[in-house]
């Protein structure tokens, strides 16, 4: 279970991360980072970026002691907002109760929605923007909102969103959400319009939404306290189990088959025993917690795909006119059946590769589709790639995004990469590495040309659909740097996952390696600069030197 944040520790952190930015050469000063005391470290940025830590007197919390940074005075509250600030910037929105509670404009304890509410209040609006009104009068300030490409709203049940109401603005829909400690989905259930299909798959990285930033964790990490670590985080998984807890009447809603055996390849349609006298007949919806292992169409058909395990939920919505539902019950029942996929045809090493690009992928929540068809012998390693003339000529011909979007996936099957939270990202790669690459941004309709240096930095870029005159903006491509270092194992010296790589990432390792409380590396495959999958003094050394090529 993640632990409540301690104020000092993200005060600290956001000292440490201010006092560093733009710092002289010759500036002398003290750190300050707080857990259960105040400790201070001594910091010279004279001495080749070595950073000192001395024995020092220690402040507790309760005394009215104050501490001094040389450089500058941040006050507690503006440290915090600093802090959230930069998630914010980094999900396109705002934390909007968090913002309202310390302003004082809400008690921290104030009371949330629940999902009965959310439930009784659908069962009662006649439309969608009667729904969001009535939310909003019950709960003035929403977890979060913002988004890029779509408008996401948040109403957390709790404290830090494991479970959520997400409402997508522009599709109009009401979505129940339930993560785990990675952020790895464990249950969704479509609230509004339940008539509606929706792909688990394309509604992923929405429904993880702001989760992961908030909570200052990545995907597949796992909390490293102490120690060396040697072996990749194992991201957490959760048994799939239904919104309501107390196995509701199913009024003769089941499955003939709960549990399947698939070879890869292989489809079967779910055969669903409903009865029509209770239950709306064309409300039938099939998600799939897993789609990478198992996919499912809007009809029930199971595709699989991949070797694992993976949950097909079918939600039905009974009629009220029908059943006689006690006050606040959901009228939406669910059965699952669990999918399990095997595959005969791949050898012990294609396995293992596979589970080694799976790794990756789970960091980036994505996949690298060529790379996975190269490894199941289902696309030659040296079949041919799209060139930047090929792009250019398909957009000159085309009269829509569609269009080229089209072109492109006839000419090359499979992408490189497909995936991305908050924004879907598609990318071609013109080189086997990556350094050059046409990027596709689905939700903006936009198509870009990017040229990386060898160590992932960007080199230059330039829009190719739609052609935009504006450059005054740079283009971010801190995902696309981490894609790219991700999959060539080039460590870029991020550990905390903020997008950039600065004086902050090195004084997070050091925390680490001296065993401080309550530290961990949110992306300790960052730090491995001597590519051994270990992490110690010799990384710590090698990042330093990193750090003082690129701030030459």
């Known amino acids: 279970m993640m632990k409540k944040k301690v104020l000092s520790g993200i005060i600290a952190s956001a000292l440490s991360m201010s006092l560093f930015t733009g710092m002289n050469p010759a500036t002398h000063l003290t750190l300050v980072y707080a857990e259960n005391d105040y400790a201070a470290y001594n910091v010279s940025a004279n001495e ?26 941040v006050s507690e509250k503006q440290a915090v907002l600093d802090d959230l600030t930069k998630k914010e910037n980094r999900l396109f929105g705002e934390f909007q109760r968090e913002r309202a509670i310390l302003s004082g404009k809400l008690d921290p304890d104030a009371a949330r929605l629940t999902l009965d509410d959310v439930n009784e ?11 969001c009104k009535e939310l909003s009068d019950a709960q003035t300030y929403p977890d979060f909102t913002g988004g890029s490409g779509v408008t996401k709203v948040e109403y957390w049940f709790d404290d830090y969103g494991y479970e959520k109401l997400l409402l997508i603005l522009e599709e109009e829909d009401a979505i129940y959400v339930k993560c785990n400690d990675s952020g ?17 798959e394309a509604y992923q990285a929405k429904m993880i939404g702001s989760f ?19 072996t990749e985080p194992v991201q957490t998984t959760t048994t799939t189990t239904d919104v309501n807890p107390q196995s509701p009447e199913m009024y ?9 055996i698939l070879n890869v390849g292989e489809s079967q349609k779910l055969n669903v025993l409903i ?39 079918v939600s039905a919505k009974l009629n009220p006119d029908k ?6 019950e959901s009228p939406v029942r669910s059965v699952t059946a669990t999918i399990t996929v095997v595959d005969n045809t791949l050898t012990a090493e294609q396995k293992a590769a596979l589970k080694e690009l799976e790794q990756k992928e789970n960091w980036l929540i994505g996949e690298f589709r060529r790379e996975r068809a190269v490894i199941r012998g289902e696309l030659a390693p040296d079949a041919a790639r799209l060139t930047l003339d090929e792009v250019n ?38 080189d086997d590495c990556g350094i050059e690459k046409v990027i596709i941004i689905l939700e903006q309709k936009d198509l870009v040309y990017i040229r990386l240096n060898p160590d992932g930095s960007q080199n230059e870029w330039d829009f190719l659909y739609p052609v935009k005159q504006n450059h005054e903006q740079s283009f971010n491509s801190a995902i696309v740097t981490r894609i790219y270092t991700l999959f060539n194992d080039i460590a870029d010296g991020d550990v905390n996952a903020d997008g950039t790589f600065s004086i902050a990432d090195a004084v997070l390792l050091q925390k680490w390696l001296l065993a401080s409380p309550d530290t961990s590396l949110v992306n300790w495959k960052a730090a491995d600069f001597h590519k051994d999958n270990q992490i110690n003094a010799i990384d710590f050394t090698l990042m330093k030197r990193h750090l003082l090529n690129t701030k030459a």
């Not at 003769?252 to 399947?260: M, N, Y």
């Not at 064309?282 to 699989?304: H, I, N, P």
């Not at 398909?394 to 991305?420: C, H, N, R, W």
């Open 48 to 73: 080749d970026m070595s950073i000192q830590t001395t024995t020092a007197v220690t402040y507790p919390l309760e005394s009215t002691t104050t501490t001094t940074v040389t450089t500058t005075a």
């Open 323 to 328: 059943v006689e539902l006690m006050p606040n």
């Open 252 to 260: 003769g809603f089941a499955l003939e088959t709960p549990e399947i």
């Open 212 to 230: 992961m930033v908030y909570n200052d964790i990545s995907a597949a990490a796992e909390e490293v306290s102490t120690g060396t670590q040697t």
């Open 275 to 313: 009865d029509s006298n209770y239950y709306h007949a064309e409300s039938l919806v099939y998600t799939s917690d897993s789609a990478k292992v198992a996919s499912v169409s809007t009809d029930g058909t199971v595709s699989a795909r991949s070797e694992g395990t993976a949950h097909i939920k």
């Open 121 to 131: 209040i659908i069962g009662r609006c006649n439309s969608y923007d009667e729904i």
């Open 393 to 430: 000529a398909f957009i000159e011909t085309s009269d829509s995004f569609e269009s080229v979007m089209k072109k492109l996936q006839e000419a090359q099957t499979y992408p490189d990469y497909f995936g991305g939270s908050g924004v879907t990202l598609i990318e071609y790669w013109l």
């Open 184 to 200: 790895k989905i464990t249950d969704w259930n479509l609230l509004y319009p339940l008539q509606k299909a929706i792909s688990y």
